[in-house]
């Protein structure tokens, strides 16, 4: 077992934990800072954002239309001081990523453009074509080059977090390029892991999506919150489950039933296609229900018309939209329909912090997708992540450089490491035969699917919990067909699959839980929100029996609890 110190480890290379390392390592040349990720950091799921990032940056906008957009679309359950301090701070990281490089789409005076997105009220969203993700974290990774100060471990696969008297010790990680495993001494961490869709069946995340940060936090105590609140994206390619991101639907597209009628208008008249994505979600769903879909090899879908944009417009803000219709369905939006159903997209929910993006663990913090703030409450609004990243990642950076620097490592008792060690070696690598990865993968994924997915009810839920139980049994028989050391995918198929039966555990249990309807969360039992018993956040604890569920009130400041009319 090899040994190394840093000051800072960030765990993640997207863009919370890139933004998080420059921002930690740019309080002191003095501090050290690891970045830890089991893929190449570009190739992270931010890298695969498409639409924008919203911040208020034009004469028409201003925080509080920004921050009530978002309250709003979060169901009145997002911390409102956490929106607040967002809103405040997002166009800052906006103009910071201007000048590391990040080449923003331009208007005709040459000023940075905005674009329509779903549920705001006015232009908002700041976008590179619609490839954002991908110029996003090519500026944050050519500029966390520039730090001397910055130890990159790339490949490098956590398997846990040790800590101590709730105090952070550091973490175990695996080097995937020679089966090393390796023990990090840290004095503060910042897990920016990002999210879990691939717990679904149908899901636009990337494979490596896999709520590893998450399940490491709730393992060693640290309660996961808001977890039933998972987004279905409306627009989906059917089969492949690839995004067509919410900007083809701000540049004007069109959502069409087989009737070639815009249904939205029976949900969300005032809106319509720029509605909030959990009510355009169902509003898909009931239109396949009522026979209203168009029937296809992958099931029923309904349609994006972009036709009446035109192929100039189409090329100029949706190249990739058509490049991937191209590729993945074989037809042109230029002058044919994109099928498409929703998929889900994003998880509200994620590690307990407070608005220092602090775990209640000491020294330990956790921002982006795999974190909750709560920013975002029961619904997100399309375009407020990356930029919760950026906002959140430096907060992270932030503290836990102050937090490094006042504080010193703590000591380590090496048998819990050793435990690690010996559990990865000897309980999963070498078991001789066993179930394969693979079939308790399929299994979870498609009960989640199937009975925690856009429409929720008491009996499938308890169902579920009780399926991912019997997987967490079958998964004690899971055997690796590979033991060699030298990229063992297998070995990396079965620690994700582990955390990913952690956060289905913890979306299952909180979503039974849950008896009211808000945003993402829909019970069909109970179909309305109910604000006098549940205008509060779900924190999920780990136990060794069932997991056990606490309440936390939402921080309300201005903006009181109203109905949510589109
Ligand atoms: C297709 C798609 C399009 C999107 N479009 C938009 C958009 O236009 N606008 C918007 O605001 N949001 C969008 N989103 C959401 C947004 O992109 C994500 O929420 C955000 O990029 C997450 O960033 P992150 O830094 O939290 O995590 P990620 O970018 O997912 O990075 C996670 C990092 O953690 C590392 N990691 C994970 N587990 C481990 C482990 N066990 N050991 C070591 N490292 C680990 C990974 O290697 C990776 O580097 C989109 C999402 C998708 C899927």
Redesign the pocket.
């Known amino acids: 077992m090899d040994k190394y110190s840093h000051d800072v480890i960030v765990?993640?290379?997207?863009?919370?934990?890139l933004r998080a390392a420059i921002e930690a390592a740019s309080k002191s040349p003095k501090l050290s800072v690891a970045i830890?990720?089991?893929?190449y950091?570009m190739?992270?799921?931010?890298?695969?954002?498409?639409?924008?990032?919203?911040a208020a940056i034009k004469p028409d906008d201003n925080f509080d239309l920004h921050a009530y957009d978002t309250i709003k679309g979060s169901d009145f359950l997002a911390d409102q001081d956490a929106v607040e301090l967002f809103v405040r701070l997002a166009p800052r990281e906006i103009i910071r990523l201007e000048h590391w490089g990040c080449p923003w789409n331009r208007d005709q005076e040459g000023k940075i453009d905005v674009r329509w997105f779903g549920g705001m009220s006015v232009k908002r969203t700041i976008h590179a074509a619609d490839k954002?993700?991908f110029y996003l974290l090519h500026t944050l990774f050519q500029t966390s080059l520039k730090y001397d100060n910055i130890v990159r471990y790339d490949e490098?696969?956590?398997?846990s977090i040790i800590v101590e008297n709730n105090r952070f010790c550091g973490i175990t990680?695996l080097s995937l390029r020679d089966g090393a495993f390796h023990f990090l001494k840290g004095k503060a961490a910042i897990i920016?892991?990002?999210?879990a869709?691939q717990i679904y069946k149908f899901t636009?995340?990337?494979a490596?999506?896999?709520g590893?940060?998450m399940a490491?936090a709730y393992r060693i105590g640290v309660p996961l919150k808001d977890m039933e609140f998972v987004q279905f994206h409306p627009t989906c390619l059917p089969g492949s489950g690839i995004?067509i991101?919410?900007?083809a639907r701000g540049e004007g597209g069109y959502l069409l039933n087989n009737k070639y009628e815009r249904f939205l208008k029976n949900y969300v008249p005032t809106k319509m296609e720029l509605g909030p994505r959990d009510i355009i979600s169902r509003a898909i769903v009931n239109e396949i229900r009522l026979g209203n879909g168009f029937k296809g090899k992958h099931g029923d879908y309904v349609a994006l018309d972009l036709r009446h944009l035109g192929e100039e417009k189409i090329e100029e803000k949706l190249p990739q939209i058509r490049e991937l219709a191209k590729t993945f369905v074989g037809i042109d939006p230029v002058n044919e329909l994109i099928p498409v159903r929703p998929g889900q997209?994003?998880f509200m929910g994620g590690v307990h912090v407070d608005l220092n993006t602090s775990t209640p663990v000491a020294g330990l913090f956790a921002?982006?997708?795999?974190s909750c703030v709560s920013i975002n409450g029961a619904n997100r609004l399309?375009?407020?992540?990356?930029?919760?990243?950026l906002v959140f990642?430096a907060i992270s950076g932030e503290h836990a450089a102050k937090f490094a620097i006042e504080h010193d490592y703590c000591n380590v008792a090496y048998e819990n490491i050793q435990i690690e060690e010996k559990r990865i070696f000897d309980q999963l690598l070498k078991k001789e035969s066993g179930i394969a990865p693979a079939e308790i993968k399929y299994k979870l994924k498609e009960t989640m699917e199937e009975k925690v997915g856009i429409l929720r009810n008491e009996k499938e839920l308890l169902e579920a919990c009780r399926e991912v139980e019997k997987l967490k049994e079958m998964f004690k028989n899971v055997s690796a067909g590979d033991k060699t050391m030298i990229f063992n995918t297998d070995i990396v198929e079965i620690?994700e699959l582990d955390?990913m039966l952690d956060v289905a555990e913890a979306v299952a249990y909180s979503a039974l839980y849950r008896k009211e309807s808000r945003g993402a969360h829909y019970r069909t039992d109970y179909p309305e929100r109910n604000d006098k018993e549940y205008l509060a956040h779900t924190l999920v604890y780990k136990t060794r029996e069932k997991p056990q569920i606490d309440y936390l009130p939402v921080k309300i400041t201005k903006w009181q609890p109203a109905e949510r009319k589109y």
């Open positions: 765990i993640g290379g997207g863009a919370a934990g830890v990720s089991k893929v950091p190739r992270s799921h931010t890298v695969s954002a498409e639409g924008g990032a919203a954002t993700g490098y696969f956590v398997t990680a920016a892991t990002g999210g869709g636009t995340n990337g490596i999506n896999t590893d940060g490491l995004l991101s919410e900007a997209h994003y921002a982006g997708e795999a399309g375009s407020n992540s990356l930029p919760e990243c990642g620690l955390f």
